[in-house]
C-alpha cells in the first residue's frame, strides 16, 4: 500500500463526519448497520481514488499482470464474464474482493466517452461508481475531478461526493485536494489553475447524473437537466421530469426535441 498523505487522511476522515451527518433525502428509513455499510462503500471508493488507482498504473506499466490471470478471474462463476482483454484491471478486482466488495461491471480506463475512469463497486445492496470526469497537467503535476456517487438498491438511500485530486504522476499516489458533498463547479489550486467541471460535454453529463443526485446540486441547475440518448441524435439535454423520467421523450422523434428546445 502506498503512503497517503496527512491531508488526504483528514479530508477523507471529514468526508466520512459528513457522510454521518446524514439527512432525511439522503438515508430513507434505514438503521445503523446501513449506514455503516454506506460508509464502507465511502471509504474504500476514496481509498480507490487515492490509492488504487496509481497503483493500477504501476501494474500496468511494468506488465505484472499476463492472461493467466484473466483466465483465473474467469474461472470464478461470479466473474465469468470478465474481458479478456481487462488484464491489468485484475488488480483493481482483486483490491476490491481483499476489501470485501465486488464489482458490477469491469474497470474501464483512459477511454470511455464522457469520463477517464469509470469503476463500479458494490457491497450488499449498496452500488457505487468512482468516476474521473477532468485530467489536467500543470507544473508537472496532474490534477484530476472526481465523482463518487452511492445508492441503495432496496432503500433510498443516495449520496454523492465531488474530488479534486493531484499527483505528480499517474502511478503516484492522489492527494485529495478537497472533497465537497456538493457540486463543485470550480476549484481554484493557484491563481493561474483552475479545475473545472466540463458541463458542456453532454456525455459527462449524461454518466454525472445530476437528476438521480439532487442534493449534491442545491446551487446549480444541472439538477434539473436529463441527458437522454439518442440512436439518431447523440445525446439530448432536457428538462428533467421526476414524475415521467425518460419515458415522457420515447414517443417524440430527435428532431422534434431539437426543436422543441430550440437545439442548434
Known sequence: MQFRSMRTTLLLIALLLTASCRTPEQFRGIGDEEVREFDRVLKFNSYLISDIVGEYYTVKAQGLYGPKDVERTREERRYDWWPRR???EVYILEKAKENGFELMSDPNFDGRPGSFTVIRPNLGDLRSEVLCFYRSIHDNKIYEYWVIKIW???DGTRSISFLVTAADSLEKPREILTIDEH???E???SEEVAIN???SDLSALYMLEAWLFPIGFPDSELKNTEVLLSREAGSIA???DPNGGVQMWRDITPKE???FFNVR
Open 86 to 88: 481487462k488484464i491489468s
Open 152 to 154: 441503495g438498491t432496496t
Open 183 to 185: 457540486y463543485i463547479r
Open 187 to 189: 476549484f481554484k489550486v
Open 197 to 199: 467541471f466540463p458541463e
Open 238 to 240: 432536457a428538462p428533467y
Open 257 to 259: 426535441v431539437e426543436e
